[in-house]
């Protein structure tokens, strides 16, 4: 439909599934859930008991009202231990995936804009790195060495970085050649300011999508870190860790291990689906014509 | 009267298209009526928006998903509107064929080309031809579009030129040997010389296949050169349709004839390009009345009230204007009474802003400039000629500081840009001294931040005061009003965005503007109104113009001297009056020569050609 | 203020790419190809190389030093001496290293501490439980993914399309260990159709046993591949190769093999040894889950008993398999894309 006079070569945009207008009833869930897991964060008083007093008599209770889920083979009480497990299940994969994201961010827009030798190092490094299985070499090394959470938060922060930064990278790559950026530098605008106020904006949306995945990817692998038992110390109201205490003894009471999956599983979906909705939106903002 | 006597291929009768917006339904284009003879060219000629394509997709049934199409069309002697879908789907290449805008994205980059051209054909049994025939039949085939080099058929489209794969796809399209032929801007992407031999090409092989061709475009040169019949759309309907004789000399619709006028002239410089205001309504704003009666400069009260019908005036030249009868003479094109503006006296200053010695730049073993020497002096215009590969945008990067050069020096405003050290102040007096303004107007703005937030990056950097009243100012001078400072690029049209664009340069009030190619991707409506925005800038603020385009009648409009480039060499430089004029270098010439020109009358042609 | 600084390195970016692959196309001689093809063989050794040394100085890093963990926690210091002595542990680190290759070149992996047999005993007869699972899961997820992604981009926007996103979502967002232990209460515990613990015997057994481990790799697999083909697909779909194609009347089938398929085939090879490599670390958590004596729990529980010798050899199999599977995915997208095999950038 275009009549230019030379063809711009646009290339054509996925499309995006979950456009629509006013915010779709799964985003709104979504929000809806993560605002729940947030209180549980803020308030761990909210907890009906103790999450880590053991009461053996109590041990392999189904729901009641004074258990709502239940208690565990110790007879801890599911609901408290969930509330209380909220914290690491949360802030944990956030600030790993906002560091992550962090650093990618950085990396992709030096690689990316300044190429040249920068560019050299940065894409070597990550091109070893990518080609290397993540978790496993998580579990190896955080098992080998018996380092803890930060181990493994930091040991996965760097094996995060491989595929944003090539994402990122390869985004940066594309507007730095465009015209609005070109017109800056002609400009004479500075090297950093050419990256904070052109290229950061440019590729927000991207960051942005990038950061939700990255938040789901973390709580995956930090919560299988877990459930094999590396990372959190034992007796941590850890909702992976909770799984895999629990499972034995699930025929007695479903809830012990099916509660804090169902909340790994709604957590990690919520924020995938809403980084998502982000995206459009950002994107339509500033989609032409 | 041949084209009386010819069968015609194929006959659209009242064929619109919708789609929904929002949730309700729009009405995209409406009662288009085309008639194709067998082995003759028909033009359909709209600007952007004017629902050329969807015209095109709708005849060969392959709209996008979401829109529907109703009205007959017939080939030959079938209705296809009765036709189920598997029986459209067989008509597509044994009837219809179709060829695209861009060579570069329509063949399989995977697949050879020989067996993308025979992929539709089958033997006499029914199946799929032997591998030995399906190369020799493409080799036939090739042959048949110009291409004489058997070995073509085993090559990847990716290893061909722009060119050369145009024809490798219009020998896949016709290798049915269909009726009609539908070409969707074929050229548009390619270079002028290659232009033309596509065009020819079309139009011989509409005539030895008996073939109607339908050539989309938004060019009136082109649609003149190969057509015997034109459509001008506007806003989804036609508005005027005609012999091409009959429209470009005695256009009866408002809308063709400022068409007409603000096509810039090859052979003069006109004093003042014509413009169109307003722009092409959205479908779904489209007015009650008559659609271009917000634009025109003969509406009446009627006009906006009644939607008029197409009517037919004399022979077949139908035109959609309820007025068309009194303003036969308003609207016949004035040009040749138009004094032409003699070309302007450059006052060749002594001192160069710009000057380069021997400039080459290299990539690897390609050479992108090998040694140019220009000088751009204060207050002149330079244009920069060539087609795509010529080094033309890359001397114009270099001149600004965006490419460095190999060797060879570029003085701007006494600072060589070649050279190894050049301090911060150095860059002061290059930034100040030659600004640049882009191509491509939908990315020459940051898609997420606002029109202001552009400029005054510019105006912080010269240390301006008061930013924002000089930000509306800015915005002013390029004929913009100060409350688009707000406003996210998403929200202005493809000419704002370029007049933008310049207000950006301007802000650090350089002496030289650097312009690549930016009219390319407007309408001609539009381009005539940056083009004369330049000229206007050029002698209110006395700032030179380095002037970069493919177009030499948009060159011939705005600048007083050229160089023509090839392969990276300046092959001949001069007043531009003179070079388009009397052009010395062959490939000068052979650029003017394939400037698409009318075809010969028609009656002259059936005199000598054809007797009846 | 001015961007002198990196002025020239960005002339190096912009029209050079294609320049550059001219280049390689000259230096290359005939073979742009080959010489890619060789020059990825090198790296591969050159990583298994350093990964070699990164396993050899695992036993350094423990906790204990080398003797520890070869001892095991409860040697006395007796018997960490005549350890030093019978491997050698005063010898220099070079000296040891090489004689940790030589050993290499045997297929001698060592000997378990934990189960006193040869470490490449332990590590086949894991092996003989994950391939099967492993092969299977990605060949699964691959196949069904592309058509899944296939059949939801030809009807873009539906509520089919709706449906199968969501799902994907799901169940790429859902830790592995959930979907699995989901599965096995389902499936064995409340319908008992399959064992849900331990591998079972050989033959027909084990097949009976790995099927629920299967399916749970491959449904996690298969959200990211359906996703990916769904992406894909739908821009092929909608470039003008397609239009063409069918304006010139051509078959669905052509369409859909000859253009859709070969198109998404160069990301999809890339991006299913990708996803297979990332998949590893879940594997462990699968073979958890299922109590599978595979290679995984092989790694667990040395990990647990500080069998750094089995450590070693795990993670020496992995990276070997790790750069196959690059190595392979190379190969064959240089088989589908001639503009590959002439050395030209293709976006992967």
């Known amino acids: 439909m275009s009549p230019a006079g030379i063809v711009l070569a646009r290339r054509p945009r996925a499309r995006r599934f979950l456009a629509g207008p006013g915010v779709p009833p799964g985003v709104a869930a979504a929000a809806l859930f993560l605002g729940l897991v947030a209180v549980w964060v803020v308030a761990p008083g909210l907890a009906p008991h103790d999450p880590a007093l053991i009461r053996p008599g109590d041990a392999y209770q189904g729901p009641s009202s004074a258990h709502l889920l239940g208690t565990d083979p110790l007879g801890r009480d ?26 990618s961010t950085t990396l992709a827009v030096l690689a990316g ?167 459009t939106r950002y994107e339509q903002a500033g989609r032409s014509r | 009267m041949t084209s009386r006597i010819s069968p015609t291929a194929l006959v659209a009768t009242g064929l619109s298209v919708r789609g929904v917006r929002g949730g309700a339904p729009v009405g995209l284009t409406s009662d288009v009526d085309i008639e194709v003879p067998a082995g003759e060219a028909v033009a359909i000629v709209g600007e952007s928006g004017s629902g050329k394509s969807l015209t095109a997709r709708a005849l060969l049934s392959l709209l996008p998903r979401g829109l529907a199409s109703s009205g007959t069309i017939r080939i030959g002697d079938r209705d296809v509107s009765l036709l189920d879908d598997a029986e459209r789907r067989r008509l597509r290449g044994s009837e219809l064929a179709f060829v695209m805008q861009d060579p570069f994205t329509m063949l399989n980059p995977l697949e050879r080309c020989g067996s993308q051209v025979t992929a539709a054909l089958r033997g006499p049994d029914g199946r799929r031809l032997r591998k030995a025939a399906a190369r020799d039949e493409a080799v036939r085939r090739l042959a048949e579009v110009g291409i004489a080099d058997p070995a073509v058929a085993d090559r990847y489209p990716f290893e061909l030129s722009g060119g050369m794969r145009q024809r490798v796809a219009i020998a896949a399209a016709i290798a049915e040997n269909p009726a009609v032929l539908i070409a969707d801007e074929p050229t548009t992407a390619l270079d002028v010389t290659t232009q033309k031999e596509i065009l020819d090409l079309l139009e011989r092989l509409s005539r030895s296949h008996r073939m109607g061709l339908v050539l989309i475009t938004h060019d009136l040169r082109v649609a003149f050169s190969v057509c015997t019949r034109i459509y001008v759309m506007y806003a989804g309907e036609i508005v005027e349709a005609g012999r091409p004789v009959d429209v470009r000399n005695r256009p009866r619709h408002p809308y063709t004839a400022g068409l007409l006028r603000t096509e810039p002239p090859l052979d003069r410089r006109v004093h003042r390009l014509a413009r169109i205001p307003g722009a092409v309504p959205a479908p779904g704003a489209r007015p009650a009345g008559c659609r271009f009666a917000p634009r025109c400069g003969w509406a009446e009260a009627d006009c906006h009230d009644h939607h008029p019908a197409l009517t037919v005036l004399h022979l077949d030249h139908q035109v959609r204007c309820r007025r068309a009868d009194e303003l036969t003479e308003q609207l016949r094109p004035s040009r040749t009474d138009e004094p032409p503006e003699p070309a302007v006296a450059c006052a060749a200053s002594d001192r160069a802003l710009i000057r380069t010695r021997a400039l080459r730049r290299t990539y690897g073993p390609r050479v992108a400039v090998a040694g140019a020497d220009i000088e751009v002096h204060a207050g002149e215009s330079v244009g920069l000629v060539g087609e795509s590969g010529s080094g033309k945008t890359t001397l114009a990067r270099m001149l600004v500081g965006l490419t460095r050069p190999s060797s060879g020096s570029v003085e701007v405003g006494g600072v060589d840009l070649a050279s190894r050290h050049l301090s911060s102040a150095d860059w002061a007096v290059v930034r100040s001294t030659a600004q640049m303004a882009f ?4 990315s020459t703005l940051n898609p997420h931040r606002t029109i202001g937030a552009a400029l005054r990056d510019g105006l912080r950097l010269v240390g301006a005061e008061d930013i924002h009243r000089r930000t509306d100012e800015l915005l002013e001078r390029v004929g913009l009003s100060g409350d688009h400072a707000r406003r996210m690029p998403a929200q202005l049209s493809g000419g704002e965005r370029q007049r933008v664009a310049i207000a950006r340069a301007l802000a650090r009030s350089p002496r030289v503007l650097v312009c690549d190619e930016i009219v390319s991707a407007l309408d001609v409506s539009v381009q005539a109104h940056i083009l004369n925005l330049l000229r206007d800038l050029q002698v209110r603020l006395g700032l030179s113009l380095v002037f970069i385009t493919h177009d030499l009648a948009v060159a011939r409009q705005v600048t007083d001297r050229i160089y023509v480039l090839k392969d990276g060499e300046i092959v001949e430089q001069g007043a531009t009056g003179d070079v388009l004029d009397h052009p010395r270098h062959p490939y000068t010439q052979r650029l003017v020569a394939s400037v698409p020109s009318p075809r010969p009358d028609p009656g002259t042609e059936l005199e000598r050609g054809k007797p009846a | 203020m001015s961007t002198t600084g990196n002025e020239a390195a960005r002339d190096t970016a912009g029209p050079a790419t294609s320049d550059r692959a001219a280049a390689a196309h000259r230096r290359g001689g005939r073979s742009p190809a080959l010489r890619m093809l060789a020059t990825r063989s090198v790296g591969a050794v050159a990583v298994l190389l350093a990964v070699t040394v990164v396993v050899f100085l695992f036993v350094h890093l423990a906790p204990g030093g ?21 491997y050698g542990l005063d010898d220099p680190l070079w000296q040891q290293y090489l004689r940790y290759l030589g050993a290499l070149t045997h297929l001698d992996l060592g000997t378990s501490l934990l189960r006193r047999e040869p470490v490449t005993r332990s590590i086949g007869q894991a092996a003989g439980v994950t391939a099967p699972l492993v092969l299977i899961s990605w060949l699964l997820a691959a196949v069904a993914g592309t058509a899944l992604g296939m059949f939801t981009a030809l009807r873009a926007g539906s509520r089919l399309d709706r ?27 409340q319908l008992d159709w399959l064992p849900v613990l331990g591998a079972g015997r050989d033959g027909g057994d084990r097949a009976r046993y790995l099927v629920l481990p299967i399916l749970t790799t491959t449904l996690v697999l298969l959200a990211s591949s359906t996703r990916f083909a769904r992406v894909r697909i739908g821009q092929i779909l909608e470039e003008d190769q397609v239009t063409f194609a069918r304006a010139r009347g051509l078959s669905t089938s052509y369409v859909l093999v000859r253009i859709v398929l070969r198109n998404a085939a160069v990301q999809t090879i890339t991006l299913s040894g990708a996803v297979l490599i990332a998949m590893l670390g879940g594997l462990v958590v699968v073979e958890q889950v299922f109590a599978l004596p595979g ?4 790694l667990v529980t040395a990990i647990g008993a500080r069998d750094i010798p089995v450590i070693q050899g795990v993670t020496l199999v992995v990276a070997v398999a790790v750069v196959v599977v690059n190595l392979v995915v190379d190969l064959l997208c240089l088989a589908v894309d001639p503009r590959m095999r002439r050395g030209l950038e293709v976006d992967r």
């Open chain 1, 78 to 103: 599911v609901l408290s231990r969930l509330i209380d497990g909220a914290r690491t299940a949360v802030l944990a994969p956030l600030a790993l995936a906002a560091g992550t994201i962090a650093v």
């Open chain 1, 113 to 279: 804009y300044l190429r040249g030798w920068v560019d050299a190092v940065i894409s070597r490094v990550v091109d070893v790195l990518y080609s290397i299985p993540a978790l496993m070499v998580a579990i190896v090394i955080v098992g080998v060495t018996g380092g803890g959470f930060g181990l493994s938060i930091i040991v996965l922060l760097v094996f995060g970085l491989p595929a944003n930064v090539r994402v990122l990278r390869a985004a940066v790559m594309e507007r730095a050649a465009l015209p609005y950026v070109e017109a800056a530098r002609t400009l004479g605008v500075s090297t950093p300011r050419i990256m904070l106020t052109q290229l950061v904006p440019a590729i927000g949306p991207l960051v942005i999508t990038s950061f939700f995945l990255q938040i789901t990817f973390a709580i995956v692998d930090l919560s299988s870190l877990s459930f094999l038992g590396l990372g959190v110390p034992p007796g941590a109201s850890d909702w992976g860790r909770m799984m895999a205490e629990n499972r034995a003894t699930m025929s007695a009471n479903f809830f012990s291990t099916a509660a804090p999956g169902l909340c790994l599983a709604a957590v990690a979906v919520s924020a995938n689906v809403l980084g998502d909705w982000l995206y």
């Open chain 2, 439 to 442: 191509q491509d107007p939908y």
């Open chain 3, 66 to 86: 080398p003797e520890q963990a070869l001892a095991g926690r409860e040697a006395t210091p007796e018997q960490l001496a005549a350890i030093r002595a019978r």
């Open chain 3, 163 to 189: 449906v199968v996103l969501a799902l994907t979502v799901l169940a790429a967002s859902t830790p592995v260990f959930a979907t699995g232990l989901l599965l096995a209460w389902v499936f064995g515990i």
């Open chain 3, 295 to 298: 290679l995984g729990t092989l």
